[in-house]
């Protein structure tokens, strides 16, 4: 077998490694398996020791049918198996027992079906099974079955330098055609750099020629292209849409069951391994019934060192300082989810930028997220829902570390989000939403904005605000990600250094465009339906603020102003604050507008910026200026008409001063005690008195004193102060 | 024949009244019993196993603002159940009056085919299709808020809003692609 | 219908003038709306003999509305000042709720953020760490690299070139070990019991063994890399050359279908 395996395997280390890998791990399995055999004495009359001995000992070529002693023993242990999950020994002489086909290929798949483990699974019973896969006349189904048995426990293996050093054993099964999707994932599983070759990639591609681009073979070579990108010149889409397949496994469930059982007794075997470790352990045992990682973690435990290369593992760092030092020369755990837990791996992920690392971690994250979050509400369980959430929060703050997104986690968010109820993990799914990365504007519709529509309009005041507050974190990322990465002279810019994920400058620009159309329409229906809620408007004019300082801030040159339904809410609202806001807001438009129109003169560019998006600014800015500082509402042309006998009607005395700054229902107030602070002894109150040039300067520097700095800004930029109130003209931006 | 008609009767001050449609019966009264805890106007829940609804209590029976499917997905039977009552509401109902809601969609065992129905179904009539989490107490709230905030525009308790407007915004698309969904 | 409920929620002015404007106001809209009720009844009645296609009929519903909402005139509220002035109070009070949610929500919106900033400027301080680190690292690879005589290069790569050779020495064993053992010359016996017809067509006595085809196949490879295709004498046995092929260690020439070559392993 090993002679075999280096025929076709890498003629590297492996070899070398391997002798001493076994030696060494025989050697710390020895005590182990004393202490087994001492226990076994005391039981040996436990009928489960004695059913697995029949299966050991049983002789090949003994008839199944109607032999009640197989029936019996078999019944044992899978009772065994269903209740507290196999002993490595037990999984050892089980699955040599199936593989063998000692009884035939009939009673084989019962067999594997029961195959769970309680702790880890032997690598020496892996490898001697897939040898009996070459050897054996195993029937096609059995064959898969044992490649998803092994796909399912992977994470329990004890050790997979065998596994790995029998790569191109296992790898010679991808030309059977059944297996081979089965093959592929567990190839991408246990792939390494020196694994690559080129007579592997050339098989691959003949492979693809004779059936088609599946999903397992080019993620196959995604990864491969990964490792050595000169040998796979074939160009894979960017974004590959599927990880391999869902297999609706039999084991997961019961494993899942028995390690909850167990969950206690692990912990305590855990304690075995040096203490120093067990710190490392606790931290990763957070989110370990999410995926495997615990048990994993703690088969980490074992030095994999390979005397070759001296790699470190990273589980035995325990400091930054450590992880500095052996920065050149770390491996990677092989339950790339435990990373999500560590904060060194984290910092390692960061300062090296591997795309390998990244590209496992994300197939770990899209298998994980899907088995256990999307699909998880079978059990309905507090238990599990705050487990997930624990898992997402760890996520979500390896991404605010990393700074980036996952693209497992970008698909995962979207099949979320088309059967998401609006309340469960509400944090967790915002928070995500907020992290994904620029979606073209081509696809921007269907895979965010209608199932958010619909969650929007019909979910409460805070799921609103929530949702306006994610999607306003959601376009400052996008800035920022484009401020940073936006090269200087060209159009290009890439948004994602590890997705390679390129999009023009105008792709951009589309993208935020619709973004920020959307959140209009949202915002307009929103604050209609919600009757101009403060708190909503709040979140609203946040989501303005950072729009309207696109071009400056983020050079981006793109300036949308908002729609009707959220200017005129704000300016008429009833709270000082908002009005201020949205002063600060049109103060911003202004210099934005006004820089972008210096700089095309200066550079004579094209212009960037539509005529029409300044003739709205203006007509916002002059409506602005005449309501707050004129105290004329109503003028011929403005895009909101009121009937003036209608107005008469009201009774409102001088209504067209009602939304000036000393009579608007949000300043009224303030008016009323200037007056009072100003007058002491006046009886009458009579607010037009403010109007006089004195008096209208120190009102206008109360007011100002009050903290609204937004008006102050606004009525500085687009009046002349020194004029009186009813003099001063609002400039306005000019087109030309 | 006897069909649910949106408008044969005169509305009642303050008050919302809400039908809730489900075969099986599990998911409406816990559903019921948290939606009449709103204050600030009343809401009258009916519940049926399906439509048509019996004809002796259609004198004392108010003005349904909204009806409401409740569908669950690991059961195909709930499914038809709900499509074989649509026959027995006015057309009247489906310009803004009518939701589905959908429990237990991310179990396991639904078949996406079973999804895409429901998708479709709902496209088609262009009405909102809602998810619920009804297993926990969370999700039951949830689904009550969700309701509610729909009622309340049916029942023209929003000023400046109708049910057709709301439902013109809400109503379920289909993605053109629904057979094969972009990110398996 | 929604000015009955707001006009409805303003009914507690107390002075009567008030109160009879309310409730006249409110019997307006009962029997606009009783009206339009009859309108509905009857209407439906008429048609409903062909119910149109569910589309059109939204559409057209739809388009009603749109007209309605254009043509729609704001109306004002009741005159009296009394209604005015507690329909002005209750708004102040909502507002002022309002804002409360707001305070809530900016002071929690500030602590997140003082969260978010302590944890950042931890995590600047690691990476800023990380930056020092990986320079010393790089100047002392330097220094190293600057150090490190040719003389240590050499030992050291002998050393390594005697470490390969003992690991392809074993290597070979292993492999020549392997091919003793399950891939023997063809006998007489073994073949008369596979297949007579191959037998009976050409065997040749001076087969060599599977060895020995490996070791041309790869002596070719690496003596003339250029040029590793060998010639597939008789002497070959044909099912090895078949088995080679098949489990990708040779492959063919791509014209020349009697030429085979070693794959290329490396």
């Known amino acids: 077998m090993a002679a075999k395996s280096n025929l076709s395997g890498s003629p590297d280390a492996d070899l070398s ?417 907020s992290n994904i990365p620029v979606v073209p504007s081509s696809q921007i519709g269907q895979l965010l904005f209608e199932p958010l529509m619909q969650l929007f309009f019909t979910s409460s005041l805070f799921f609103k605000c929530g949702l306006m507050e994610s999607l306003n974190n959601m376009l400052l990322k996008w800035l920022t990600w484009h401020s940073v990465y936006a090269l200087e002279d060209d159009l290009d810019i890439s948004l994602n250094s590890h997705t390679s994920i390129n999009m023009t400058l105008s792709g951009f620009k589309d993208s935020v465009m619709e973004l920020v159309d959307f959140v209009g329409r949202l915002a307009s229906v929103g604050l209609q339906l919600e009757g101009c809620h403060s708190l909503l408007l709040n979140f609203i004019l946040d989501f303005y603020t950072t729009v309207c300082d696109m071009f400056l801030k983020y050079g981006l040159p793109l300036v949308v102003v908002p729609p009707p339904g959220v200017f005129y809410p704000a300016l008429f609202a009833t709270d000082p604050v908002s009005v201020d806001r949205l002063a600060f807001i049109m103060h911003r438009y202004k210099v934005n507008l006004t820089s972008a129109k210096s700089q095309e003169k200066l550079t004579k560019q094209a212009f960037r910026i539509s005529r029409q998006t300044f003739k709205e600014f203006n007509n916002y800015a002059v409506f602005m200026v005449n309501c707050l500082w004129n105290a004329k509402l109503i003028q011929p042309g403005m895009s909101i008409q009121l009937g003036e006998e209608l107005l008469l009607k009201s009774n409102v005395p001088e209504y067209w001063k009602s939304f000036d700054l000393i009579y608007h229902p949000a300043f009224m107030s303030y008016a009323v005690d200037f007056h009072q602070k100003c007058w002491p002894g006046r009886k009458d109150m009579d607010l037009d008195s403010i109007k006089h040039s004195k008096p209208w300067n120190w009102y206008l520097e109360y007011l100002f004193n009050q903290g609204y700095d937004g008006l102050k800004l606004f009525i500085q930029s687009n009046t002349s102060r020194q004029l009186t109130a009813g003099d001063g003209q609002g400039n306005s931006l000019s087109t030309e | 024949m006897s069909l649910l008609k949106p408008f044969s009767k005169l509305p009642s001050l303050n008050t919302a009244n809400i039908l809730l449609v489900e075969s099986e019966e599990q998911f409406q009264q816990s559903l019921a019993d948290v939606l009449v805890e709103e204050t600030a106007f009343t809401v009258n829940v009916r519940l049926a196993k399906s439509l048509p609804l019996p004809k002796e209590n259609e004198e004392s029976r108010p003005r349904i603002d909204l009806v409401v499917f409740i569908i669950n997905l690991t059961s195909e039977l709930s499914f038809q159940s709900a499509e074989a009552s649509l026959k027995y509401l006015d057309p009247g109902y489906l310009l803004g009056k009518v939701c589905f809601m959908v429990t237990k969609a991310r179990n396991t065992s639904v078949p996406t085919e079973r999804l895409d129905a429901v998708r479709k179904l709902a496209a088609v009539l262009s009405c909102p299709l809602l998810f619920a989490e009804d297993q926990t107490p969370d999700g039951v709230t949830n689904a009550r808020e969700r309701l509610l905030s729909i009622l309340k525009v049916s029942a023209g308790l929003v000023p400046m809003a109708t049910a057709l407007y709301l439902s013109n915004l809400t109503r379920c698309t289909v993605p053109p692609d629904i057979d094969q969904p972009s990110f398996d | 219908m929604a000015e009955v409920e707001s006009g409805g929620a303003a009914a507690e002015a107390r002075s009567e003038a008030a109160l009879n404007e309310l409730i006249d106001l409110c019997e307006d809209q009962f029997t606009k709306l009783a009206k339009l009720q009859n309108d509905i009844v009857l209407s439906e009645q008429d048609s409903c003999g062909n119910p149109p296609d569910h589309a059109v009929n939204r559409l057209m519903a739809t388009e009603a509305e749109l007209k309605q909402w254009l043509t729609v005139e704001p109306k004002l509220l009741a005159s009296n000042s009394e209604v005015l002035l507690k329909a002005g109070k209750e708004e102040m009070l909502k507002l002022c709720s309002e804002l409360e949610m707001v305070v809530c929500c900016q002071e929690a919106k500030r602590d997140k953020l003082r969260e978010t900033k302590e944890l950042e400027q931890k995590w600047l301080e690691e990476k800023q760490q990380a930056l020092i680190a990986s320079k010393n690292h790089l100047e002392r690879m330097k220094t190293e690299k600057g150090e490190a005589s040719k003389f240590n290069v050499l030992l050291d790569t002998k050393a390594k070139i005697q470490k390969m050779k003992t690991y392809q020495e074993s290597l070979m064993e292993c492999l020549g070990d392997v091919l003793e053992k399950h891939f023997p010359l063809p006998q007489n016996a073994s073949s008369t019991n596979k297949k007579t017809k191959s037998n009976a067509q050409e065997f040749d006595e001076d087969m060599i063994s599977f060895n020995e085809i490996l070791e041309l196949l790869m002596n070719k490879a690496l003596s003339t890399p250029h040029d590793p295709y060998i010639t597939i004498e008789n002497t070959f046995w044909p099912p090895y050359i078949e088995l080679m092929l098949r489990y990708g260690i040779a492959v063919r020439h791509q014209e020349n279908n009697f030429k085979i070559r070693l794959e290329t392993f490396f």
């Open chain 1, 17 to 433: 490694s391997l002798s001493d890998r076994s030696l060494s791990s025989r050697a710390s399995n020895r005590s182990l398996r004393v202490a087994e055999k001492e226990r076994r004495k005391n039981d040996a009359e436990d009928p489960f020791v004695l059913a697995l001995k029949y299966f050991s000992n049983v002789e090949a070529g003994t008839p199944v049918h109607g032999n009640d002693e197989v029936e019996k023993n078999l019944v044992l242990v899978e009772r065994a198996a269903y209740s507290k999950g196999l002993s490595p020994e037990a999984i050892s002489v089980m699955l040599e027992f199936a593989m063998s086909l000692r009884m035939g290929s009939g009673i084989c798949p019962r067999v594997l079906k029961c195959l769970i483990p309680a702790t880890v699974v032997p690598q020496e019973a892996v490898v001697r099974a897939v040898a009996w896969l070459g050897v054996a006349n195993i029937p096609v189904n059995t064959q898969i079955l044992f490649i998803k048995w092994l796909l399912t426990v992977f994470d329990l293996i004890d050790a997979k330098d065998q596994l790995r050093a029998i790569y191109g054993f296992i790898f010679n099964f991808t030309s059977e055609e059944n297996l081979c999707p089965f093959i592929c994932h567990l190839l991408y599983l246990l792939t390494r750099k020196e694994s690559v070759r080129v007579f592997r990639v050339r098989k691959l591609l003949e492979l693809q020629s004779k059936l088609g681009r599946q999903p397992f073979l080019l993620n196959l070579l995604s990864l491969y292209k990964v490792f050595c990108p000169e040998l796979v010149t074939l160009s894979i889409p960017s974004q590959l849409k599927s990880v391999f397949r869902n297999h609706n496994l039999p084991w997961k469930s019961a494993l899942t069951v028995v390690q909850r059982r167990n969950s206690p007794q692990v912990a305590s075997s855990l304690n075995l391994f040096s203490t120093s470790k067990h710190k490392t352990t606790s931290r990763k045992r957070k989110h370990h019934h999410l995926g495997l990682a615990m048990l994993s973690s703690a088969v980490n435990k074992e030095p994999q060192t390979e005397t070759s290369r001296q790699l470190v593992p990273l589980v035995q760092l325990h400091s930054v300082a450590q992880l500095l030092e052996n920065m050149h020369r770390i491996e990677l755990p092989a339950q790339m989810g435990s990373l999500l837990g560590s904060s060194l791996g984290l910092h390692y992920l960061d300062c090296v930028q591997d795309e390998s690392a990244l590209l496992r971690l994300n197939f770990w994250l899209g298998y994980t997220l899907q088995e256990e979050l999307l699909f998880s509400s079978d059990e309905g369980s507090s238990q599990s829902s705050e487990e997930s959430m624990q898992f997402l929060d760890k996520l979500l703050s390896t991404q605010h570390f990393l700074q980036e997104g996952f693209s497992s986690s970008e698909a995962f968010l979207y099949k979320f989000l088309s059967v998401w109820d609006g309340s469960v993990l509400r944090p967790q799914i915002l928070g995500l939403l």
